[in-house]
């Protein structure tokens, strides 16, 4: 099969005028202008995209398909605290049944917007059984032991489970006021077994900077009244818990937010920069009004930046053309190239995947969306400021919508 648009946006270079891309298989065979490809492609199919731009399919680095359903259902609260407690409430009338047709519904909505490839923490892995993603998916169990331990033995069967349901998983020790350092390690030495990605939400609130600092705060109240231990709170930030719970700086983490940082936080993540990704998920943190993001501090430190929609428990919609506009508005000195790569070739290495995802060259999956585009001197902002459902869409060479 060959594929033509007005133009290919590679994220390897340039965009290629009437470009190109053969496919074989499920994957990209030969990418490069029309006039070449035909000639050397005589007898294969040709699938004439018009007047758009074909791209890369895009990554969500940070999502929670479980509360799809929580829509506009909790608005914004004085607190964060308070939100988990919303969140709690809300989360204690669903039923199992409830949750596979919540992230049934995500997956649509995310594949309607573009999205081929998404990284989906779950509390319950064993809805696994029951959803046949659209889109490539990345699972990982949410792991809280705040109230009841989570052993060695427990985590490794629930281990053994995921990996027989799931093609691509890692596990989510959920935050460092709701997952012990006991968790952390576990999880650390079942990472290193497997070859496995970790991710953990870090330094997302001011609440948690609190907590953690100065053994004060509404979060701080909040879980010393249910139980947790608060002996690690004080005199350390989020960011330097969590450092000191993870055995090896190289070892490849996803780390969702990082909103709350401290100057000195900065020299702790030059340790783990290289290995370390960072979630951005900029409507959410809209919606929660935590601090601004230190975006130019971090990506100074080498950090690999993706972006992620966060759950429609604290956002409009699944839509990472949203979540690129929200961070352009945020950061307009940023180039668009830059913005798209945050959605493509960034979380494509977030994942180990650089040879494989978020680039049209060839080896690399035919994961490819298809948008509008008039000119190669705005491509990549006409692609940013796209707001519609995607129209053309194709993964490991199919084409689903």
Partial sequence: MIVRAKFVVTMTGAPIDNGALAISGERISAVGKFSDLRKKHAHEEIVDLGERAVLPGLINAHCHLDYTCLRGSIPPRESFTDWIRAINAAKAQLTMEDYVRSIDDG??????????TIVNLTAFPEVLSRVQPPIRTWWF??????????TAE??????????????????APHAPFTASSDLYRTCET???????LLTTHLAESKEEMAMFREAKGALYGFLKGIGRDMTDCGNVTPIEAVLRRIGSANRPYLFAHLNEISEHDFDRLKKSASAASIAHCPRSRRYFDHSPFQFERLRELGMNVCLGTDSLASNEDLSLFA???A???????VSAESILGMVTRNPAGSLGQTDALGKIAPGFFADLIAVPATSSATIFDEIIAFEAAVGWLMIGGRVLA
Wanted: net charge negative.
């Fill in 107 to 116: 997956f649509a909505e995310a594949k309607r917007f573009g999205t081929t």
């Fill in 141 to 150: 169990p949410e792991l809280i032991d705040v109230r009841e331990r989570i």
């Fill in 154 to 171: 427990n985590l490794n069967a629930q281990c053994i489970q995921v990996s027989e349901r799931a093609k691509h998983w890692g596990l």
């Fill in 190 to 196: 079942i990472a290193e077994r497997e070859n496995i």
């Fill in 323 to 325: 979540e690129m506009r």
């Fill in 327 to 333: 961070f352009q508005t945020e950061f307009p000195d």
